[in-house]
């Protein structure tokens, strides 16, 4: 059974960089049928997916327009764990965070999310 | 992107009786290529990470009970509780994978009447 523990900041002031990490047990971050995504929900925006990392003989990134120009997804295979640094907060960025897993034998759908991390960027 | 659209907004059903909630997309979201629609449904409840219900559309992911069903295919999708329990009352999200972005439906919320 795959767990996911998120770690990070949960308070933020506006311009600030906001950085979590994801821990993985029980599967690999360079699994050659898994992807690993960051995924945020607002009452304002909903859920909204912000990008993805994986590897297929190299590592791969896809990010979501609206944010590409400030995010950026890593990985680190010694951990086994993978991050996301989102450049520049505002207050429209108050969320709750969660990192997702994508798997092929659930039809390639995210089927397992972590805990969540509500991240408050205010002043 | 592909915009998901859930209706109803809410749901309220007594125990034991059938909730079905509907999400349409704004483009296809049949693979031609396997022919799934990569159209998944999730149960949220508060405090709680999403939990993965249904993928491709109308497989149930395991451990699922099997008063959870989907169906659908293209653009238009539903989800049905053939009998609902106190255990279901949640907000349920419709989801695209078949392209990027990956994007949510706006959520039904199923209550007890």
């Known amino acids: 059974q795959v767990q996911m523990q998120q770690s990070g900041p949960g308070l933020l002031k506006p311009s600030q960089t906001l950085s979590l990490t994801c821990a993985i047990s029980?599967?690999?971050?360079?699994?050659?049928?898994?992807?690993w995504n960051w995924i945020r929900q607002s009452p304002s925006r909903g859920l909204e997916w912000l990008g993805r990392?994986?590897?297929?003989?190299?590592?791969?990134?896809d990010y979501a327009v609206s944010v590409r120009s400030r995010i950026s997804i890593n990985s680190d295979t010694f951990k086994n764990q993978f991050s996301l640094q989102l450049n520049s907060m505002t207050p429209e960025d108050t969320a709750v965070y969660y990192c997702?897993?994508?798997?092929?034998?659930?039809?390639?759908?995210?089927?397992?999310w972590g805990q969540g991390t509500l991240v408050t960027v205010s002043s | 992107d592909i915009v998901m659209t859930q209706s109803p907004d809410s749901l309220a059903v007594s125990l034991g009786e059938r909730a079905t909630m509907n999400c349409k997309s704004s483009?296809?979201?049949?693979?031609?290529?396997?022919?799934?629609?990569?159209l998944a449904w999730y149960q949220q409840k508060p405090g709680q990470p999403p939990k993965l219900l249904i993928y491709?559309?109308?497989t149930r992911e395991s451990g699922v009970p099997d008063r959870f069903s989907g169906s659908g295919s293209e653009t238009d999708f539903s989800l049905t509780i053939s009998s609902l329990q106190a255990e279901d009352v949640a907000v349920y999200y419709c989801?695209?994978?078949?392209?990027?972005?990956?994007?949510f439906g706006q959520g039904t919320t199923v209550e007890i009447k």
């Open positions: 997702t897993r994508v798997r092929g034998g659930s039809g390639w759908a995210i089927d397992f």
């Open positions: 029980g599967d690999s971050v360079s699994s050659n049928s898994a992807t």
């Open positions: 990392t994986y590897y297929r003989s190299r590592w791969y990134n």
């Open positions: 483009q296809s979201v049949l693979n031609t290529s396997n022919n799934k629609n990569y």
């Open positions: 491709w559309a109308s």
């Open positions: 989801h695209q994978y078949t392209s990027i972005p990956w994007t």
